[in-house]
């Protein structure tokens, strides 16, 4: 069943990616075309990347939303409705009309359906991360980064889409009505992604936990009331991987485009690095089952840091094989030596009860960082109105040291057992003053 659950959670997140890279490369290259005509070349990327960010605006939401019904209902309800939500959305992007056809009802219907898809997609990852870590009873990181491994998975297949879409037709038949086959092929994933995790059996640390608190009060109420701290240095570990997702898989391709690197070099630069990723992914994540979260985290950032000043002037240099070099070190080894091992990290930091809501707040309030990161960069940018690229890799210095700071003070947690009750409800009869939030490093149990 272990396998299984890893399977599933595994598919949920290549569906999941796969929807956000095709819109994310669309909105970079195609959705100022076709839904903000109106708007002159520089405004229409800056509102496309925008319609891209309000998805991850919704995220946090969609975390509330699913970790309520996750922590009462169970976890394999609430995955197959988040894996639904997003398959439809997606779709039905492909079946917009265009601002010519409609006007301004299309670029509202477009943001309607992106915030939709958000919410279920803030549901999507806690819950699914939470089936692999549950069920494991050893190297609880390396299963629940399966989960995490589907993200490059989803983005290497829309690449591979993509590619060979926009090769097939050119770049003029893509614009005009191409772009939308990738969304429609979503579809397909959909099918294939609700069959496995309807064969999934419910998190056995879940229903331990319904039996021993039937009662339990409102998730979201009580991950803000016992682990408001954990919540936050969550939310600042995760920080720096997902500015960092933005630039390298949304920024990366307009800003290439824009310095006249054709647009299938980009593409293919990404592909190569989304297929290194996946075993970097699980690679850092085993690691971590042995070493611990702690150092690798640590290390992904300070890399993210050095990384972040010397892409872009890999990407000046305008030659195929130095940004496919640029791309696969950072995606395929530095982003993922953060990235892995959060899975096994934030199934750590909460107690079942309330798992899936703060699991999936912390992980989803960081990934705001990927929505805002290119809408940030292409603002600054244009508001300094200089060709320095500097200034975005000093905010990715100060997102990077936050994380170590993050970390630092979370501790390792590695060792924790998921079954124990570090912040249980204190009767009121007791009289006794409730449970304070403390990091776990202090209170670490035996490993599991």
């Known amino acids: 069943m272990l396998k299984r659950a890893a399977a599933s959670a595994y598919l949920g997140s290549v569906i999941e990616y796969y ?11 195609v959705f100022k075309d076709v839904f903000f005509s109106n708007l002159t070349p520089a405004i229409g990327t800056l509102a496309s990347l925008a319609t891209f960010a309000t998805g991850y605006l919704a995220r946090p939401l969609g975390g509330i939303i699913f970790g309520h019904f996750g922590d009462k209902l169970g976890r394999k309800r609430m995955l197959i409705v988040s894996m639904f939500t997003i398959g439809i959305a997606s779709t039905a992007i492909g079946l917009l009309p265009t601002y010519d056809q409609a006007g301004l009802i299309a670029p509202v219907l477009l943001i309607l359906i992106r915030v ?35 993200a490059p998975t989803g983005q290497l297949v829309s690449a591979l889409v993509i590619a060979g879409t926009l090769a097939a037709m050119g770049p003029d038949a893509f614009i005009a009505w191409g772009w939308r086959l990738p969304f429609l092929a979503s579809v397909l994933l959909l099918v ?9 059996d419910e998190s056995p640390e879940f229903l331990a936990a319904k039996k021993r608190t039937p009662k339990a009060g409102i998730p979201i109420l009580a991950t803000l009331r016992k682990q408001p701290l954990t919540l936050l ?9 997902f500015m960092f997702q933005g630039l390298l898989t949304t920024y990366s391709i307009a800003y290439g485009v824009q310095i006249g690197i054709e ?12 297929f290194f990723a996946i075993f970097g992914i699980i690679g ?14 640590i290390a992904g950032a300070v890399f993210i840091a050095v990384w972040g000043f010397a892409l872009f002037p890999l990407l000046e240099t305008k030659n195929g094989i130095i940004i496919t070099i640029g791309m696969v070190v950072g995606q395929g080894i530095i982003h993922p030596m953060i990235y892995g091992p959060l899975a096994g990290l934030y199934s750590e930091l909460f107690d079942t009860e309330h798992r899936y809501t703060g699991a999936s707040l912390g992980y989803q309030i960081a990934g705001i960082g990927a929505g805002i990161s290119p809408v940030l960069f292409a603002a600054i940018m244009s508001s300094t109105g200089s060709p320095s690229t500097i200034p975005l890799s000093i905010v990715l210095l100060v997102v990077a040291a936050i994380s170590i700071l993050c970390i630092w003070r979370l501790g390792e947690t590695k060792s924790r057992t998921l079954s124990e009750q570090r912040f249980a409800e204190t009767p009121a009869a007791t009289g006794t003053a409730p449970t304070t939030d403390t990091p776990p490093a202090a209170m670490e149990g035996p490993t599991q």
Do not use: K
């Not at 929807?19 to 290259?29: H, M, N």
């Open 263 to 274: 647009r299938q070099t980009v593409l293919n630069a990404l592909s190569f690095s989304s």
């Open 192 to 200: 294939i992604g609700v069959i496995v995790r309807s064969a999934v």
């Open 19 to 29: 929807d956000f890279f095709v819109y994310s490369v669309c909105a970079a290259l």
């Open 284 to 297: 850092w994540s085993r690691l971590s089952d042995t070493i611990g979260r702690r150092p690798l985290v």
């Open 116 to 150: 939709i898809q958000g919410v279920a997609i803030g549901g999507e990852w806690g819950g699914a991360m939470l089936m692999s870590a549950e069920h494991s009873t050893s190297n609880r990181g390396f299963w629940a980064s399966f989960t995490s491994a589907g």
């Open 233 to 241: 240095l969550a939310v600042g570990v995760g920080l720096s991987a």
